[in-house]
């Protein structure tokens, strides 16, 4: 779907803030957290239509709902994280259940089931994970059998155990993947069906305002017509086909949090007077512990937007993007949770702060939703077969493209980003001739190096746009700065762990530290500390102590 | 009856700095809302829609993304938004907006209420919503708590220094509104505002409304803003409660721990 209008999308947004303003105090948040406890009625709240309707962004029009894009859906997601990622992770697990029906249901299914979950704001849970089966759903064991009348396939019987279900203690109804004759498929099952039952909610690091529960199937009927699609073998086609954007909504969840918490972090060390001056005026701190993370957080806000206007605009699939945003923005963002606490101090560590729920809470998106080694392989995966195909030009393609940005404006850390891709290109390269791609970790950390050096290009060129999109909340000055000091930060990892990687893997690595042209590398270092200084003070104007 | 509410987009206060050195005002990431003012006056108009179902029309005069608040009146409830969006009304000040507001209030028709905010958080000077009534040749009621209607009666429960003033008047008159709990903004559902985007919404120039060149902008403007400059700060005064011994006790010892007196 494509995206609203700007202004509605706002108007979506200020009326979320306000109703958490009102509803959702942190005293609150912080109980419930204390007593691991679901906020049913809060939930239920927020679903409903007069009140808020907040899932009904993910049902298109025609069935009662208001027709979110990937975009829309993005910036309600960061807001929902900001608030408390355990009621975000609640309104996820609809928006993932809802998923299916939206992607492989019939005409008619929609008609029903989307026009339901609109009008009577159900929760849904979305079962697809088991025991045995996490990331990798080969290992599906629920098994779904045919129940056949008159010679007819009038239902299914399934039979299985499933886990870490969100919602699944709550759910009104859940989209379940189960094996059947043909093949993997999605079948919805009511919570009042016979045979279903959910186990006890359980007791989590994090996220403790999310129920998440096991759930049981002990042979429960299911009428054929609530086999989405009406057609077995497509379950796990259809589970891929959404993966570009469910991963955004999580990369929303790791930038929303991650931006909290820093905020936070900002806006008390402008109070905090240490040496005789406040915190957020020392290098020691602002350039250790908050414009590192901030500026990494903006680069995958960049790559975010990126990747939800691509899918906004008709594009298909984007699984590299959807993992490539999902990865840097989560483990960018538990980062800087982590750098929260430690810029709060002794008070950071306590639970009167919300920087220690943060950082428990946003471990999380490093885990549900591909963990970031699975994130990994997959960016790996990816990019490896453009590599292979574009015979090595891939990454030098795209430095050319930014190296015309860098010559047009040359103070949005373009010509960084461009040494990054040729640095990149250049480590693929010598992995390839030297056959190093053998070794899990070297490709795993190739995943890891594309995410960083990508990113970067991506958020260069958002900084050397003529317009900025409705979230940057800096000047242009100021915002460009962030990006050189990204791409800088890229560049050199790139180079020095690409070099690293292959010197540790390979018989032979002479020549490479030309290829990756280190110094040039290091020659573009210069002036980095004057733009954390100029990013520090950016930061400092616009997140002011309350 | 007819009512109209004049609404208008201004800076979240709370979040606009001052640059020290140039005195004008930093806008960058300072998000924009509905004066809050305005807010109750929408609700109190609403408020009658309700119970009379009254039409409720909603007029704001700013730059093209002040539709956000128009679109937000309607998503609450409004029959029908229009802007004056125009480059001739730049700069205008309160005089000359609110020839704009009257000139349009005209080309709306029969109009028999018309609500305002109090006043606008971004300049406090209290003057457009009586300006517009003064241009329109109507009686105004200012400070308003709440608003009832009674067939032809309009009563208007108004607040006064040490208390309260009942008025009555006939249509038309102009009301400004002050906040009161009878009237807590709203923040409209995902679906409102997703179908407000379907009701009337329409754009006005300065010819659109005959408005005419001299009386707009900053040339149409008797008032010119000389500088602007952030209030002194003022130390923050620190309250005790407790008994007179005890206060006094504190106080002491915060005049010893800041070295107003030795031990």
């Known amino acids: 779907m494509a995206s609203m209008d700007a202004i509605s999308r706002n108007l979506m947004l200020d009326s979320l803030k306000e109703y958490a303003k009102r509803r959702i105090p942190y005293d609150l948040i912080r109980e419930l957290d204390e007593k691991n406890e679901f906020p049913a009625d809060i939930l239920k709240e927020m679903y409903d239509r007069d009140t808020l ?52 249901g019939t005409g008619e299914q929609k008609e029903k089931w989307l026009k339901r979950i609109a009008s009577e704001n159900l929760l849904v849970a979305y079962a697809a994970t088991e025991p045995d089966a996490g990331s990798d759903l080969v290992n599906l064991r629920t098994r779904a059998e045919h129940v056949v009348k008159n010679g007819k396939i009038a239902g299914y019987r399934i039979t299985g155990n499933k886990q870490w279900i969100s919602n699944g203690g709550v759910a009104d109804m859940h989209t379940v993947l189960a094996m059947a004759p043909g093949g993997p498929c999605w079948f919805i099952v009511e919570k009042n069906m016979e045979g279903f039952s959910a186990n006890k909610h359980e007791d989590k690091h994090g996220i403790r305002l999310s129920n998440t529960a096991g759930l049981s199937l002990d042979n429960v009927y299911v009428p054929a017509e609530n086999l989405i699609g009406l057609e ?29 918490a820093m905020e936070q972090a900002i806006r008390y060390s402008q109070q905090r007077i240490q040496g005789g001056g406040p915190l957020s005026d020392k290098q020691g701190y602002t350039h250790k512990l908050i414009v590192p993370n901030y500026v990494r957080l903006e680069g995958a806000r960049s790559y975010i937007e990126y990747t939800a206007l691509r899918l906004d605009s008709g594009e298909h699939g984007l699984q590299t993007e959807g993992a490539i945003a999902k ?19 002794g008070y950071g560590y306590t639970k009167d702060f919300p920087v220690e729920k943060i950082k428990r809470d946003i471990k999380i998106t490093c885990i549900y939703e591909g963990t970031s080694e699975v994130l990994e392989m997959t960016i790996y995966r990816g990019r490896w077969q453009e590599h292979l195909k574009s015979r090595g030009r891939y990454y030098l393609d795209m430095a050319d493209r930014l190296d015309e940005l860098h010559a047009k404006e040359p103070r949005c850390g373009a010509h960084a980003a461009a040494l990054g891709l040729r640095a990149l290109g250049a480590v693929l390269e010598e992995c390839r001739a030297q056959k190093l791609t053998r070794h899990q970790h070297v490709t795993f950390k190739l995943g890891r190096l594309i995410c960083a050096a990508e990113t970067a290009a991506i958020f260069s060129t958002a900084a050397g746009a003529q317009k900025y999109a409705e979230t940057v909340r800096f000047d242009r000055e100021g915002w460009q700065a962030m990006a050189r000091v990204f791409a800088r930060e890229a560049a050199l990892n790139t180079a020095m762990e690409g070099l690293a990687l292959v010197l540790g893997a390979a018989d032979s690595g002479n020549g490479l530290a030309d290829a990756v042209n280190l110094e040039a590398i290091q020659t573009e270092q210069k002036g980095m500390v004057a733009d954390m200084d100029l990013v520090a003070a950016k930061l400092k104007q616009t997140f002011k102590a309350k | 009856m007819n009512i109209v509410v004049c609404v208008k987009q201004v800076p979240d206060s709370t979040e606009v700095k001052i640059n020290p050195e140039t005195g004008t005002l930093i806008r960058a990431g300072v998000p924009s809302i509905i004066n809050p003012y305005d807010h109750f006056a929408l609700q109190a108009a609403l408020e009658l829609k309700k119970k009379h179902d009254f039409k409720v029309t909603l007029v704001s005069m700013g730059p093209p993304q002040a539709k956000s608040v128009v679109q937000m009146g309607m998503a609450l409830g409004a029959d029908e938004g229009i802007l004056l969006s125009d480059m001739a009304f730049a700069g205008s000040d309160t005089w000359a907006t609110s020839y704009a507001l009257s000139k349009a209030i005209r080309k709306i028709g029969k109009v028999d209420m018309i609500f305002a905010g109090m006043q606008a958080i971004d300049g406090d000077t209290a003057q457009t919503g009586p300006g517009v009534a003064q241009q329109l040749g109507m009686p105004q009621i200012t400070f308003c708590e709440r608003v009832e209607v009674d067939g032809r009666r309009i009563i208007a429960h108004k607040q006064i220094d040490g208390g309260h003033e009942v008025l009555e008047a006939r249509p038309p008159v102009l009301l400004t509104m002050i906040m009161h709990k009878d009237y807590t903004p709203r923040y409209p559902s995902f679906l409102a505002i997703s179908a407000s985007l379907k009701k009337p919404f329409h754009v006005w120039s300065a010819a659109d409304i005959g408005a005419e060149a001299q009386f707009l902008g900053l040339k149409g403007s008797p008032t010119q803003v000389d500088k602007i400059y952030p209030p002194p700060q003022r130390e923050k005064a620190a309250m005790f409660s407790g008994s007179g011994v005890e206060g006094m006790q504190r106080i002491l010892q915060i005049m010893k721990a800041e070295h107003f007196l030795e031990d």
């Open chain 1, 232 to 260: 077995e073998g497509k379950g796990l086609l259809q589970a891929q086909a959404v993966f570009g954007y469910t991963r955004v909504m999580v990369a929303a969840f790791g930038l929303g949090a991650g931006e909290e």
């Open chain 1, 53 to 104: 309707g907040v899932h009904l962004l993910m049902i298109p029009e025609e069935y009662g709902g208001v027709s979110g894009g990937t975009y829309d859906i993005y910036r309600i997601c960061e807001a929902l994280a900001r608030i408390d990622l355990g009621i975000a992770t609640g309104v996820f697990a609809t928006f993932l259940g809802t998923d299916p029906l939206n992607v492989g």
């Open chain 1, 327 to 345: 990865y840097g923005a989560s483990e960018w963002g538990n980062k800087a949770a982590d750098d929260a606490i430690q810029a709060f101090g």
